[in-house]
């Protein structure tokens, strides 16, 4: 991995903090700019009084000077504005056993890491797992993602999202999907392109509220701009399908990713999945700086990747959510303690949180491309890596072009 970033931090511990290593020095960033991405994933109807107590922004801790990275590894923090009302309950010291017991969790609740955890870790209270399994944690990974999205920025990528699908509501986007994506998604409640479902899907929302339910949707990530021949077919670690998959299945509560069409792709015939090539002009290639090589697609079914590599084409995912697992109207579980049949414990949680799952996923696919950017790029420098990028794309399809009009194969 070139671009690596890890995480810490409790869902109501003191914060969470996040390192990200591998960007080139001189990259240019600001607080705002990462602010703005933790913003957008508090927002979207649906979400918990939690949104309401935080304000999620990060204090610089290592690797940023002058509003440029050194390229040391970045450290950021978080802090849990919550963390005043649990200072007690989640103390890192030896606590008196009666605030231990204190929101104690000892009905684990389906689909949850509850039980699986505690019986994996050897715990008694399922807050020790559930703390850390929160998709509170999804704060730092957006904060690490928009460092990549600004690395990605600086070579014309442009990574967005939209809702697809929620509470089992479909949203039918335009065929051209707006440019740029997030403006147009972050002005609905619910980030879909379809304002004649929005109220429909904030009312089922309510519906599923009221009943003490919660629901899941399905996002799509787009990347735009991004070059052909990042990730390769030689081996199953550098396939850049693979690496996006393996991402966005690590988000809480994610169940399935397509890459492009997807499923569909399965029930169809070949010629109705694979995307035609043609000469971007009419002449054949190359054409100077251009990110395909001078080819272009008359459809995008592979959703921009062939073999594992960028094709050029935009970058589709789409990502399937379960309904968060808290329930107000909980399921039969057992309790921990007694042993007993039980109702699971309910703690304050999202009727959805789809909308913001497209900001979590937007900055996944951000690190998987700046990685394979860094990859296939390197560079010690902004100016070392945009050199090499340069350099790539000018010679994109030369060898082949070079060959034209000579002697025949
Ligand atoms: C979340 C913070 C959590 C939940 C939600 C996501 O806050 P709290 O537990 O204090 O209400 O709103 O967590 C879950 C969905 C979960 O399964 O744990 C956040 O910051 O995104």
């Given at each position: 991995m070139h671009l690596r970033f890890s995480t810490a931090g409790e869902s109501h511990g003191r914060a969470l903090v996040t390192t990200v290593e591998g960007l080139p020095a001189g990259l240019p960033i600001s607080a705002q700019w990462v602010d703005r991405d933790l913003a957008r994933r508090m927002?979207?109807?649906?979400?918990?009084?939690r949104m309401k107590i935080e304000r999620d922004r990060i204090e610089w801790l290592?690797?940023?000077r002058a509003g440029e990275t050194l390229g040391s590894p970045v450290a950021m923090l978080i802090s849990n504005r919550d963390w005043s009302n649990w200072e007690d309950v989640m103390a890192h010291e030896a606590a008196e056993p009666g605030e231990l017991r204190?929101?104690?969790?000892?009905?684990?609740?389906?689909?949850?890491?509850d039980l699986a955890g505690v019986l994996k870790y050897d715990r008694l209270d399922a807050r020790d797992i559930l703390e850390r399994a929160s998709a509170r944690e999804t704060t730092a990974r957006v904060a690490a993602g928009a460092l990549a999205r600004r690395l990605l920025a600086e070579f014309g990528v442009e990574v967005g999202s939209h809702v697809v699908s929620l509470g089992g509501i479909a949203a039918a986007p335009p065929a051209e999907l707006p440019v740029p994506l997030n403006d147009a998604a972050d002005r609905s409640e619910v980030r879909?392109?379809?304002?004649?479902v929005e109220s429909e899907i904030i009312r089922r929302i309510d519906e599923a509220k009221r009943a003490g339910d919660t629901l899941g949707g399905e996002v799509e990530v787009v990347a735009r701009g991004v070059v052909v021949?990042?990730?390769?077919?030689?081996s199953w670690d550098r396939k850049l399908d693979g690496r996006l998959a393996g991402m966005l299945m690590s988000i809480p509560a994610v169940k399935g990713v397509e890459i492009g069409l997807g499923f569909q792709a399965a029930r169809r015939l070949g010629s109705a999945v694979h995307d035609p090539i043609e000469p971007r002009?009419?002449?054949?290639?190359?054409?100077?700086?251009d990110l395909r090589g001078g080819f272009r697609r008359r459809s995008n079914n592979a959703g921009g990747l062939e073999g594992g590599i960028t094709t050029g084409e935009p970058v589709v995912a789409r990502v399937a959510m379960k309904p968060?697992?808290?329930?107000?109207?909980p399921l039969p579980t057992v309790?921990?303690?007694?042993?007993l049949p039980a109702n699971a414990q309910s703690e304050?949680?999202?009727?959805?949180?789809v909308p913001a799952m497209g900001v979590i996923a937007e900055a996944l696919v951000a690190l998987v491309l700046g990685d394979a950017m860094l990859e296939k790029?390197?560079?010690?420098s902004l100016g070392e890596m945009r050199r090499n990028y340069d350099g790539y794309v000018a010679s994109l399809g030369s060898r082949w072009a070079a060959r034209r009009g000579g002697p025949e194969d």
């Open positions: 927002q979207g109807y649906g979400r918990g009084a290592a690797g940023v204190r929101r104690r969790v000892s009905r684990p609740r389906p689909g949850h890491a879909v392109l379809d304002p004649a021949g990042l990730g390769s077919h030689v002009g009419d002449a054949l290639p190359p054409i100077a700086g968060i697992s808290t329930l107000m109207s309790d921990l303690a007694s042993g304050r949680s999202d009727v959805t949180a790029f390197g560079g010690d």
